[in-house]
Each structure stands twice: as C-alpha cells, then as structure tokens.
C-alpha cells in the first residue's frame, strides 16, 4: 500500500518560516499531482497549494506570495516552504497525493496523517 508522511511542522512566531516536506512511498508508478490542504479546529479542509504533473502551481489566496510548492518526481516528494506565517495559518496540514498505484487501477488520492503548524507570540 502507499504510504504519505508529513514532516516539518512545529511553533512558530508571526513572521516566521517553515518548510514543511511529505514523501510518498510504496508502489507507485507515477505521480499526477501533489497538493497540500489544512484544516483549523472547526473548520473544514481547505487546499493550500497544489503543484500538477504538469502545469503551474495553484495557490489558496490566502497563499499567494507566501508560500510556494515545489516537488521531486525523483524522490516522490513535495514541500511547501511558508513564509510571513500568520497566526491564522495555524492548522494542521496534510500532503495529498494523486498517483497511479498499477496499470490495472486508475489513479487515486492518498492522504498523510498530518503535521502541526502553530502560529503565535
């Protein structure tokens, strides 16, 4: 089965930068997209950034000019490193990747655990 881990969370002052990384291990044949969501105590999970096989990345708006996604295909990775944090930033933040598991399955979502980013003085 394919496994995703989160990596990188932690406490941060407003202001302050992190870089959170996921990797994505097991069978897989190839990756599509790479994405990264966040979900605050009562609030639904919302996407962050997402970073496509090919194309551009995408950025929340609340994202744009603060964070930037980037990937290696190589390695089965994806980081997202966050700048200006907020302290409304603060969520737990969860690595999504759609791949191809097998020639005779189609592509699928698969979800990491999770890590903590907590933005606060």
């Known amino acids: 089965q394919v496994q995703v881990v989160e990596s990188g969370g932690g406490s941060v002052q407003p202001g302050g930068s992190l870089r959170l990384s996921c990797a994505a291990s097991g069978s897989i044949l190839r990756i599509d997209a790479m994405n990264w969501y966040r979900q605050a105590p009562g609030k639904q999970r919302e996407l962050v950034a997402g970073i496509p096989r090919y194309g551009s990345p995408d950025y929340a708006d609340t994202a744009k000019g603060r964070f930037t996604i980037s990937r290696d295909s190589d390695k089965n990775m994806v980081y997202l490193q966050m700048n200006s944090l907020k302290p409304e930033d603060t969520a737990v933040y969860y690595c999504?990747?759609?791949?191809?598991?097998?020639?005779?399955?189609?592509?699928?979502?698969?979800w990491g655990q999770g890590t903590q980013v907590t933005v606060s003085s």
């Open positions: 999504n990747v759609y791949l191809l598991e097998s020639r005779s399955i189609g592509p699928r979502y698969y």
